[in-house]
Every structure is written in C-alpha cells, then in structure tokens.
C-alpha cells in the first residue's frame, strides 16, 4: 500500500482481449497480474463478463490461486455471476451494469432502482467474506440506495471525467470533476468507503487522486496500453508516482 494511503487497483481485463483476438494462452493475464503486483499495484481488477470477451473463468482460478494482493472480481448481478463469486471468495466484488452490445461499462449500475433486489443478492457474498462494492454513477440517490443496501463500498464512474478530459472539453471536466468531488464526500459522510475508476489516465488522474476521501483508484485499459510501450512495470510505477504526488 502506498505510504499515503491511497490504493491502486490494476485492471488486467484487455492481456486477455488481446490473448482472445488471436486464441491460445498467450498473454497470460495472471502473468500480467504478478507483474503488476511486483510493480506496486495494490489490488488487481478482474470483469468475468457474460460473453468471456476478455476474462475466462480459467483466469479467475489462475488469479485466485496465484495473488498474493486482493483480487477485485468485477460482474454483473446475475445468478451464474453470484455462484462463481461463491465458489471464490474473493476479497471484493464489485457489481457492475453489463450489455451485450457496449464496448465497455457504459455507465454506473441503478442501485435505487432495484433495492430489495440488490439487497437481497448481496447478502450472501458478504456473508462469505467479500466487501461487496457498487459500481454507480456520482449521484446521491444512487449512494443512498448503496448505503440502505448495506453495500460497504462504492466505485464511482469516472467515465465522463475522462472522456470530458481526453476530448478537451474543458466545461464538461470541470462539471463532471465537481460531481466527483461532493459525492466523494458525501459518500465518505455516510460511511460508505469510496473508490473511482473507469478510463483515468496520467494526464486525467491527479484532481482524482487529491481527494482525501477516495481510498482507490481502479486503472485498467490506460495502463495497459502503456505497459507496450514502457512495460508493465514503468506503466504502473509511473501512475503509482503520480497518485502519491497528487495525494501528498
């Protein structure tokens, strides 16, 4: 853990889009893993999506059994979902919305919404050991419902920050930075430990990594485009740097 207290939880989801693109076993996401854990990482991010589009359950076994930091088992609410969490017990995991037809989550998961539902489904992954954490929009109903649901942890969406950030549009980062910011705040008020991630890069990360009450940043598809270019460890290290120099 870093010495100010603020996480970085590496997602490793695109080694398996690029093992997937051409078949075989080659790149290994666990092996991905265990180097993003010798360079610093804090936790490592996995999404086991409904159509095995990058993370196979193969890849959940290797991580569970070979990890010596917390793996963060990313899925959507669904029964098949539940049981494989169950069969793992991994330290967290994180409930996300999921569609077939998106590229990637498009956006936070609707906790007011469905409740009793979510109430209900979350019981016994909590009662197996798991900090269940809701994958939400920065908007106070959304970390209410999170809370009445007795959910420990929210990762708020960041999405349109980064993508406000990647596009220029200096307006939009700003307003999508302030929701950030007062539900951050909120969210820690109400004693609910929040997290951030989805599409933070080194330019986009450190106004994120300031705020006192975000206790993990979870960065996956940015660093591993890095990592071909600087490799696993450089990538990681530098973002590493840059939280620790924006917290501290």
């Given at each position: 853990m870093s010495k100010n207290d603020l996480r970085l939880g590496v997602n490793i989801d695109h080694v398996a889009t690029v093992r997937n693109a051409r078949g075989g076993t080659t790149p290994d996401p666990v092996r991905a893993a265990l180097l993003a854990q010798k360079a610093g990482a804090d936790g490592i991010t996995a999404h086991l999506r409904e159509d095995r589009?990058?993370?196979?359950?193969?890849?959940?076994?290797?991580?569970?059994?070979?990890?010596?930091?917390?793996?963060?088992?990313?899925?959507a609410a669904t029964e098949e979902m539940q049981a494989i969490a169950l069969r793992h017990k991994p330290h967290a995991v994180c409930l996300v919305p999921e569609k077939r037809e998106e590229r990637t989550t498009e956006g936070g998961l609707d906790v007011a919404a469905n409740d009793n539902a979510l109430a209900a489904y979350i019981a016994p992954l909590a009662a197996a050991g798991s900090r269940v954490s809701m994958f939400i929009a920065a908007d106070q109903a959304q970390l209410d419902a999170s809370h009445?649901?007795?959910?420990?942890?929210?990762?708020?969406?960041?999405?349109?920050?980064?993508?406000?950030?990647?596009?220029e549009r200096w307006n939009d980062r700003d307003e999508e930075l302030r929701k950030i910011t007062e539900m951050a705040a909120y969210g820690h008020s109400i004693g609910l430990e929040v997290h951030v991630g989805h599409g933070l890069s080194y330019e986009s990360v450190a106004p994120i990594a300031a705020l006192p009450e975000v206790k993990e940043l979870n960065i996956g598809h940015f660093l591993m485009g890095e990592a071909l270019f600087r490799g696993m460890e450089g990538a990681i290290v530098e973002m590493r740097r840059l939280m620790d120099e924006a917290r501290g």
């Open positions: 589009r990058h993370i196979i359950d193969s890849d959940i076994d290797g991580l569970m059994a070979a990890l010596d930091i917390p793996l963060n088992f990313e899925m009445r649901i007795g959910a420990p942890v929210v990762e708020l969406h960041a999405g349109a920050y980064s993508d406000a950030w990647a596009e």
